[in-house]
Each structure stands twice: as structure tokens, then as C-alpha cells.
């Protein structure tokens, strides 16, 4: 499997914009990129995910480098609720989208 | 929709027995996936059913199984418990298409004495 390599936290204050960065230099042309986030004492949640093109929706921005090599979740404006573990996620097309989690990134947000 | 439901949420087991858990997927969705959280280990991949199927596995040892029932609900099976089988058990599901994202449940939180 491919591997993905994030910090193991980071702190944000509050109502200010977040850039979770995620290295994944093996990737392969099938992998998807996904996002998963989970929140204390709750199983994870879907954020995002993409192949090659950056990706929006009402959570999340995900900006996917040229080279796919790396990729970077954007949260456009933290809340006190935004505070969880981020995993950055390849899931290779032909595994039947077997997740395979890393360490992920602790997101801490300061009001 | 309702969401995925597992249950029981806490079980408490000694060594030695078995322990089944269960898994009701979002309606719609034929794919359950099973995971295993520990502090040490983090989340890992048990297995994967669609169809009644088992499609993926992951590294675990032959006292982990499971099924999945022509309603698309789920069960997976631990015998012999072991101390270090203690966890989150986390299910998911999804539609059964590539890349799509997957629904987790709050988990079922076992504890090995």
C-alpha cells in the first residue's frame, strides 16, 4: 500500500484558515486521495477526497499538486469543531477502496 | 438517512471467550467494511463484504471472521479472545463503487479482562 506521511499536530487559532499538508511520493495513477477526520470519541468522517483535480465542497478544500506527490486539505475557516485527528488516505481504485489509516495529523484550534 | 449503527457500543469479555458484533449499514449501502482502533496500532483494516461476500482482508489471525446477510447487515466474530483484542471496532459503509466515501459507526468499544 501506498503510504502517506502527515505532521503529528498542529494548532490553529480559531476563524482562521488551515493547510493540513500530507506527502505521498509512492502514489500510484489509480490511488485516490481522501481525507478522513475523527472527531473525540466518535468513529472518522468522510471529508473529502480526490484523483487529480483539486476538489471543493461544503467542508473542505483539497489542493492536489501537479505531480500528485502531495496534497493539502485547506479549511477555510477553523471552529472549536474542527478540532480532531485529519488522516490523509490513499486507497488504491483495484482494492475494492480498503483504507489504510497512517498516524494522521492532530488539529488542535485555539478560540 | 439513518446513520450506521453498530451495537452493543461497550462489551466487556474475559480471555477465552468469543464475542459476536453487529453492523446495520445505511440503507442502500450493500458494502460494510470492519476496523480495529487501538492507541497502539491505530485504525486498521479487518475485512470488507458486499453481496454476502467477503472482498478484502486484512492482517489479522483466523479468530477474526465475519458475514454479511442478504439485508446487507453484518456481523464479525472474535474467538478466543486475547487481552490485546481490546479496541474500538469500528464498521463502515458505502456504496460499492471506486473512490466513494465511507460511513462509519460510533463503534463498539470491547474490553478484554
Known amino acids: 500500500d501506498a503510504k502517506t506521511t502527515q505532521p503529528n499536530s498542529m494548532e490553529s487559532n480559531e476563524e482562521e484558515p488551515v493547510h493540513l499538508p500530507c506527502n505521498h511520493s509512492?502514489?500510484?495513477?489509480?490511488?485516490?486521495i481522501h481525507w478522513y477526520r475523527q472527531l473525540p470519541s466518535q468513529g472518522p468522517e468522510y471529508v473529502i477526497h480526490?484523483?487529480?483535480s483539486n476538489v471543493n465542497n461544503r467542508m473542505a478544500s483539497l489542493a492536489i499538486a501537479e505531480d500528485r506527490k502531495s496534497s493539502t486539505l485547506i479549511l477555510h475557516r477553523a471552529t472549536l469543531r474542527d478540532a480532531a485527528v485529519y488522516y490523509c488516505?490513499?486507497?488504491?481504485?483495484?482494492?475494492?477502496?480498503?483504507?489504510?489509516f497512517g498516524g494522521g495529523t492532530r488539529l488542535m484550534v485555539k478560540p | 438517512k439513518a446513520g450506521v449503527t453498530q451495537t452493543p457500543r461497550y462489551l466487556i469479555k474475559t480471555r477465552g471467550q468469543q464475542v459476536t458484533l453487529s453492523c446495520s449499514p445505511i440503507s442502500g449501502h450493500r458494502s460494510v467494511s470492519w476496523y480495529q482502533q487501538t492507541p497502539g496500532q491505530g485504525l486498521q483494516f479487518l475485512f470488507e463484504y458486499f453481496s454476502e461476500t467477503q472482498r478484502n482482508k486484512g492482517n489479522f489471525p483466523g479468530r477474526f471472521s465475519g458475514r454479511q446477510f442478504s439485508n446487507s447487515r453484518s456481523e464479525m466474530n472474535v474467538s478466543t479472545l486475547e487481552l490485546g483484542d481490546s479496541a474500538l471496532y469500528l464498521c463502515a459503509s458505502r456504496v460499492w463503487t471506486s473512490g466513494n466515501e465511507q460511513f462509519f459507526g460510533p463503534g463498539t468499544r470491547l474490553t478484554v479482562l
Open positions: 480526490g484523483l487529480t
Open positions: 509512492t502514489i500510484s495513477g489509480t490511488d485516490y
Open positions: 488516505i490513499l486507497s488504491d481504485n483495484n482494492a475494492g477502496n480498503m483504507l489504510t
